[in-house]
């Protein structure tokens, strides 16, 4: 007598995270989740293009406001002159006395206890267009009753340094966008032309890869900055200096691709393609490409705090942007001498977020790179 037979019945199991199934995007995002360096550099670059696109409203005070040259940086207190415990917090103004600085020569300044500033969150401020279109007046964080606060103190001309920063942060950023996008787009087109179509056009367009890449490129910078006239408009100038940095930087882009584009066009698919009569820009596009931009995403960001630090560089030198723009290299002009340096070391602050955002990138870079590479 047969025994019956139970018929097993199937349940739908989903499949386990990281089986395979996942996605290549997935899988580079679940690799970068790993790096704690990776996640803080991503969220660094995520609070810096915040601050970036809403200066207007992070920034306290009108960048352009004139007040107290030199004056050191508010602090935020919990208790008042006595020493009593205040809520919420207070600061007090910069205001100049009658006493002469022995050394410098300059007005002695102190706070101000007798006109302390209650601070708060989401205060009214200096009128302002949100997107150049919104009108609003509401900031982030400052006085409650609208008056100037500087939290780093303030230049020569009496602007405050964080506003200055927050709003330099735009000119700073946006050049090394613009240069790294043209770079990214020269670069790969031209590595990955190169790469694939080989030959005579592969010798001839290394050879010139090869004298772009020969130039010294800082006294080229100076060289070619130079030859604008200082009456040319700040736009102008402006558009000259991305010119120069974008011609002297897809050069080594342009290299990379083009190693990459070499052991590409030797794998089985794309031979196939060939033999199939595929055309020469549907294998470019269709596979070499999709291929390439993991590598050119990641020398993207690794190419960005380079163009910044540049951009820091030629500003301090007064070669990458003219008032009444600002960036954080014109800011550091004021620091060219080191009694002022030593005297009012809170200009210095510029180079705060220059390097903050040299790290957040790096990170990013690095993490990245690791997620799209594993091995």
């Known amino acids: 007598m047969k025994a019956d037979v139970q018929p097993v019945v199937s349940a739908s199991v989903p499949p386990a995270k990281g089986d395979g199934n996942e996605t290549y995007t997935a899988l580079v995002w679940r690799r970068l989740k790993r790096s704690w360096t990776g996640m803080a550099g991503l969220i660094l670059v995520c609070l810096l293009v915040i601050m970036t696109i809403f200066a207007e409203f992070f ?38 006395t009658d006493e002469l600085d022995p050394i410098t020569f300059q ?16 205060v009214k401020g200096f009128e302002y267009r949100l997107f150049g279109l919104i009108p609003a007046q509401r900031h982030f964080f400052g006085d409650t009753n609208g008056t100037p606060v500087n ?19 735009r000119i700073s950023l946006m050049i090394a966008l613009t240069v790294v996008f043209i ?11 190169s790469g694939y179509f080989g030959g005579r056009l592969d010798a001839w367009v290394q050879r010139f890869v090869e004298l772009v890449l020969a130039f010294p490129q800082l006294p080229l910078y100076l060289a070619l900055t130079s030859l604008i006239p200082v009456t040319a408009p700040t736009n102008v100038f402006l ?5 120069v940095m974008s011609a002297l930087g897809w050069a080594q882009m342009s290299r990379e691709v083009r190693g990459k584009t070499l052991a590409l066009a030797r794998i089985d698919y794309v031979r196939a ?34 163009v910044v630090l540049l951009e820091s560089f030629l500003g301090f030198l007064g070669f990458a942007v003219k008032p009444p723009l600002i960036s954080w290299g014109l800011m ?19 180079v705060g977020f220059v390097l903050v955002t040299v790290f957040a990138f790096n990170a990013l870079g690095d993490g990245l790179r690791d997620a799209v590479d594993p091995y």
Do not use: C
Request: aromatic fraction near 12%; glycine fraction near 8%.
């Open 107 to 122: 007005p002695i300044v102190g706070p101000d206890y007798e006109n302390p500033q209650t601070l708060g969150f989401f």
């Open 239 to 243: 558009a000259f200096v991305i010119f």
């Open 151 to 169: 939290f780093l103190g303030t230049d020569k001309f009496g602007r405050d340094v964080l506003s200055r920063i927050i709003y330099g942060s």
């Open 59 to 96: 920034a306290p005070v009108d960048p352009k406001l004139t007040g107290v040259g030199f004056a050191p940086p508010q602090t935020i207190s919990m208790t008042d002159r006595d020493g009593n415990f205040v809520f919420p917090p207070r600061t007090y103004p910069i205001r100049e």
């Open 332 to 350: 550091l002009q004021d620091t060219a001498t080191y009694s002022v340096i030593g005297s009012y070391p809170w200009i210095l602050a510029p």
């Open 183 to 193: 770079i990214t787009v020269v670069g790969t087109t031209v590595g990955m032309v």
């Open 273 to 306: 393609a060939m033999a199939i009569g595929a055309t020469d820009r549907r294998i470019i596009f269709q596979h070499i490409f999709p291929n390439v931009m993991s590598h050119v995403i990641v020398a993207v960001t690794l190419a960005i705090p380079n």
